[in-house]
């Protein structure tokens, strides 16, 4: 395991929230559609243009990256106990009217009344589920925040059942936040995650290729993350396939664009991707907390 100065692990950090923001920007373009209408209607997307089922303006990022700076900005605001001030963070955006928010999510902010565990469990019942990906999606900060892993998974599990009911959904985002931590530790992404797969149910992965749509549903989701984490040859080639998908596009590349963004850091990121950002400067404002904040610890 490398040994990682405080530069380099800035640079990580910055790397995986600006891997999320690209890949959302990237992926909304083509959300909802098929591969073959993404084909049809862009040969093969590499450019951040905006537009798609949102009416996006290039650069404009969705629920996937305004969820992980609220989980972001909550931490920071109190590191040890944060779901008060992520819920504040969440409902603050909520009534900002985004154009993008899940059905899961949304239900749940309807049911809170002061209890998010309790609005998060009505809303499972209400609906019949609430296995989506919409906390999978914004899990990351805890990963970049805690040096031990106990408050990692803490963090973790508690940020996931604030909105989504069912065990499938914490399970992933523990999956997911252990290898970004291995990641912070100095690890190389592949190997991790090869690792992280044994003995889950997403082990088959290792030897084939996802079975399933590129839906939100989180069990999906993660399989396709999974997939293009360990087939990818670099960045840009994980959030451009993300993308290419179609179905669930822009959250597919958000989390596997904040581990491959974690993996090569910022500074490989490319500049007319990170650039395009419309949202740079609270970005940057949640970059410097978070590692301020690791470094305090």
């Known amino acids: 395991m490398a040994t990682m100065d405080a530069a380099e692990r800035l640079d990580r950090i910055k790397g995986g929230m600006y891997g999320v923001a690209v890949g959302d920007a990237l992926g909304g373009t083509t959300e909802f559609m098929s591969a ?13 243009i905006g537009g798609g089922v949102w009416r996006l303006e290039p650069g404009e990022v969705t629920d996937d990256t305004m969820m992980t700076l609220c989980v972001a900005e909550g931490i920071i605001e109190r590191p040890d106990q944060p779901m008060e001030a992520i819920g504040e963070r969440f409902l603050a955006w909520y009534r900002t009217n985004p154009k993008d928010i899940g059905n899961i999510i949304r239900t749940v902010f ?9 609005a998060a469990l009505l809303a499972d019942l209400d609906m019949g ?62 190997p991790v995650v090869q690792q992280e797969l044994i003995g889950t149910e997403y082990e088959d992965l290792l030897t084939s290729e996802p079975n399933c749509e590129p839906s939100g549903f989180v069990v999906h989701t993660f399989r396709w993350v999974a997939h293009l984490l360990l087939t990818s040859k670099d960045f840009s080639d994980v959030v451009q396939r993300a993308a290419n998908l179609g179905g669930d596009s ?23 991707y990170a650039d395009k950002i419309l949202i740079r400067e609270r970005l940057d404002a949640a970059v410097e907390g978070l590692h301020a904040l690791r470094r305090a610890e």
């Open 36 to 48: 073959k209408e993404v084909q049809t209607a862009y040969g093969y997307l590499m450019e951040i």
């Open 110 to 118: 309807h049911k809170f009344e002061g209890n998010w565990f309790e």
């Open 129 to 190: 589920q609430s296995g989506g990906n919409g906390s999978l999606m914004r899990c990351l900060p805890a990963a970049l925040v805690y040096a031990k892993w106990e408050e990692v998974e803490r963090v973790t599990r508690m940020q996931s059942r604030m909105t989504h009911y069912d065990p499938r959904c914490d399970e992933a985002c523990i999956i997911y936040n252990r290898i970004a931590y291995r990641l912070l530790q100095g690890e190389a992404l592949q």
């Open 250 to 272: 822009d959250t597919i590349g958000a989390i596997a664009g904040g581990l491959a963004g974690m993996h090569c850091g910022y500074g490989q990121i490319p500049k007319a």
